[in-house]
């Protein structure tokens, strides 16, 4: 709500800034969100063409362990801040 000031200034009420800030905020943590989601896609689909260099086997499952974690956790960021749950709060692994 404003209310209409002399020579056309309008004063704008506290609630409405916060509520401006609050959207920002979100629009700003939604296109963070979407370029973790982005990064981590990109991280899939560079396992992806890793697999087809010609390596043992065990070398694949190494990478796999120690790459795999660590996007599941960007992943699972990006979807709690994009969709405000979090379905994995009480996930032993968080």
């Given at each position: 709500?404003?209310?209409?000031?002399?020579?056309?200034?309008q004063r704008v009420s506290k609630t409405t800034v916060r509520a401006c800030l609050i959207r920002k905020k979100k629009k700003i943590m939604n296109?963070?969100?979407?370029?973790?989601?982005?990064?981590?896609?990109?991280?899939?689909?560079?396992?992806?063409?890793?697999?087809?260099?010609?390596?043992?086997?065990?070398?694949?499952?190494?990478?796999?362990?120690?790459?795999?974690?660590?996007?599941?956790?960007?992943?699972?960021?990006?979807?709690?801040?994009?969709?405000?749950?979090?379905?994995?709060?009480?996930?032993?692994?968080?």
């Open positions: 709500m404003s209310v209409q000031l002399s020579e056309g200034k296109e963070d969100s979407k370029e973790k989601l982005g990064i981590a896609i990109d991280r899939v689909s560079n396992i992806e063409a890793a697999l087809q260099i010609p390596m043992p086997p065990a070398f694949h499952i190494e990478q796999f362990k120690k790459l795999l974690p660590e996007i599941v956790k960007d992943l699972r960021d990006a979807y709690a801040e994009l969709t405000g749950e979090d379905p994995w709060e009480f996930h032993p692994d968080r």
